[in-house]
């Protein structure tokens, strides 16, 4: 985690092209609620772990990946402990989708668009 002088943590979030036209039309301010079958938002740790997944299985799946970074205050981020779900770099936070909204007033700043892969 990476911290700022805001007392905020960068997180980044691998998405598809569906997921990032609903956070365009949320002015980048906010992560769209789940649908039934996503039980958990999770975004992870580090750039390069969600490097991976937009490259490598959204690019696949939906044609097109995107990795997106945001700033979340830190305080409201220690009630997720951080799940390690692979090598010691596969890092992720794990947000119930009923917590989504209070997560999302937790964001600083917008969220932004850093790689794409097509």
């Given amino acids: 985690m990476q ?18 036209d609903l956070v365009r039309e949320l002015n980048w301010r906010a992560w769209p ?17 969600a490097v991976r997944i937009a490259r490598d299985w ?14 979340v205050e830190s305080g409201f981020l220690s009630r997720y402990p951080i799940q390690q779900t692979g090598g010691q770099t596969i890092l992720e936070l ?9 997560f999302n007033a937790h964001i600083i700043g917008e969220i932004q668009v850093i790689h794409e892969f097509r």
Avoid: C, S
């Fill in 3 to 20: 911290m700022t002088g805001r007392q905020a943590t960068t997180l980044w979030r691998p998405t598809g092209p569906a997921e990032l």
């Fill in 94 to 102: 794990w947000v119930p989708a009923e917590d989504l909204d209070d």
């Fill in 33 to 49: 609620p789940r649908l039934p079958e996503q039980p958990i938002f999770y975004p992870v740790l580090n750039e390069d772990y």
């Fill in 58 to 71: 959204n690019v696949k799946h939906d044609g097109a990946g995107f990795v997106t970074r945001f700033e």
